[in-house]
């Protein structure tokens, strides 16, 4: 049966551990769902790579893409815009690929509007101690940023309640096998089925 793919959306704050429990899983064999690479207009980090990590462009760039409806979604989030290009996601959609976003939350319920039968999975802290030490500990952020990304984290993890599941990030094998479960159950999900179905039930009777 030729079915769309299915949209996976990871989010949860800042520095929680999305891109590492997503590398985690798509080390794995039979976990290499379709990535896709955001825009963004925030600097690049010391090793992050231009098409591989994010597509870096600038301000003008970017609104440029929200203004020809280039983005499936996307967000200011401390002073940068992200956002989802649509042109990938659909056409890998379309050719019944599975498509993974990591993404913050306000750009996830955009997303949700959307595509209401998209898999929702919040990434979340054992507490927000720990979130401190993993944003400090990954050396990325001054200490500015840092406040803010926390007082962000907070209306974050409100947001909870709109997704699908929540998994806490403890370790991250263990999170990575509580994602894959999750996915490998949804694909068998009734409403994923029923179109074809129908369709198949119109042509035999006909
Ligand atoms: N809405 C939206 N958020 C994104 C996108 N790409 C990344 N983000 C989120 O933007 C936030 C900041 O990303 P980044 O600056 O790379 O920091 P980090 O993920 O905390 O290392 C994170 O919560 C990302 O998940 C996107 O395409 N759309
Ligand atoms: N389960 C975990 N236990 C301890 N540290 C973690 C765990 N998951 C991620 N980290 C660390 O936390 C920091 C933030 O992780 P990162 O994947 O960059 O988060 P995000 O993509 O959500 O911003 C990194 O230094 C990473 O090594």
Redesign the pocket.
Known sequence: MAKRGMLIVL?????VG??TVRKEIFSQPGNNFDY?I???T?KM?PGEVNGR??YFVTKEEFEKEIASDGML???Q??D?Y???PLKYVNEMLDDGKDVF????V???M?VRDKVPDGLFIFLTPPDLMELRQR?VH?G?DDLETIDK?MKKAVGEIEMMQNYDYAVVNDEVPKAAEKIKTIIRAERWRVKRFLPDYKKQLGDALK
Do not use: C, F, H, W
């Not at 989010?11 to 520095?15: A, E, K, Q, T, W």
């Not at 976003?101 to 913050?104: Q, Y």
């Open positions: 989010s949860g704050p800042s520095g999305k891109g896709s955001s825009m963004t925030r980090r990590d994010y979604e996307y967000a989030y401390v940068n992200y956002g989802t976003l990591e993404i913050e306000k750009g996830a955009q944003i990954r990325t990304r």
